[in-house]
């Protein structure tokens, strides 16, 4: 007669004790592993904006005061656009309430028609009777500020600027008057990233732009990024 031997009941519950623990060890791993998984992912699309809103500030401010030569213009006006105090295409400052240097404010000739704007047809000076003489100036007056958390850019409408400009009052348009000034929109469409701080400093004044910036998302604030740029200014004014 054979006698046959099983699994005690001890050894079954033993068995079953080791393999709930190997799974939960398994899951756990899996499920930090994931955490992880996300946490990076969201803090490489924060790096992705913000670094992209670097990139875009430093290829638009290394043109500060870039004057175009044309043989058609006989006098340009970038002597109208240039700040008061230091007599440069540009100016640090800030909007009110705002952090300090949070706000660069800077033109140059972005059409390349030796003119800050466009000169018209039977003109060939951008200055007339101690006047500005060109259109469109709009188009060629630039900036960067910090405006609650957010990151904004100039874009000037016509009626929000007076084309026919003296020096003082185009010089306006160059100055800590403008971080102030209407004509501002939002950089980012993202509104998850919310900007603490966005700097303007000089490395070598006039010359050499420091630009820092840190940001973080607005749901998962532990979560940050921030990083700073060296923009050379080849076209800086006299």
């Known amino acids: 007669m054979k006698i046959y031997k099983g699994y005690s009941l001890l050894g079954i519950m033993v068995a079953i ?42 290829k638009d401010i290394r ?7 044309s043989n058609k213009v006989e006098e340009n006006n970038m002597a109208f656009f240039l700040n008061q105090v230091q007599h440069q295409p540009f100016v640090i400052a800030e909007k009110n309430g705002e952090l300090k240097k949070s706000c660069f404010i800077f033109t140059y000739d972005l059409d390349e028609s030796g003119c800050i704007g466009g000169l018209p047809k039977s003109h060939k000076s951008c200055i007339y009777h101690n006047r500005n003489n060109t259109k469109f100036i709009q188009k060629e007056l630039f900036g960067y500020r910090l405006n609650k958390g957010v990151v904004e850019t100039r874009v000037l409408r016509e009626k929000q600027i007076k084309e026919n400009c003296s020096q003082v009052e185009c010089q306006k348009y160059v100055s800590p ?13 993202d509104y998850a990233v919310d ?6 400093k000089w490395v070598k004044r006039n010359q050499l ?13 532990n979560i940050t990024y921030e990083t700073k740029a060296i923009i050379p ?6």
Do not use: P
């Not at 930090?32 to 490489?44: A, C, D, K, Y």
């Not at 043109?63 to 030569?69: D, E, P, Y």
């Not at 820092?212 to 998962?220: A, T």
């Not at 200014?233 to 006299?238: M, S």
């Open 17 to 58: 004790s080791l393999s709930s623990l190997l799974l939960w060890v398994i899951v756990d791993f899996y499920i930090q592993h994931q955490r992880q998984h996300i946490v990076l992912f969201r803090q490489l699309a924060l790096q992705q904006n913000i670094e992209r809103l670097l990139q875009t500030m430093k």
């Open 63 to 69: 043109r500060s005061g870039f004057m175009g030569k």
């Open 177 to 189: 008057w403008a971080c102030n000034h209407k004509g501002w929109h939002k950089f980012l469409d």
């Open 195 to 200: 900007i603490s701080q966005l700097k303007f």
């Open 209 to 221: 732009l420091e630009v820092e910036l840190k940001g973080r998302l607005k749901q998962y604030k």
């Open 233 to 238: 200014l080849f076209n800086r004014g006299k």
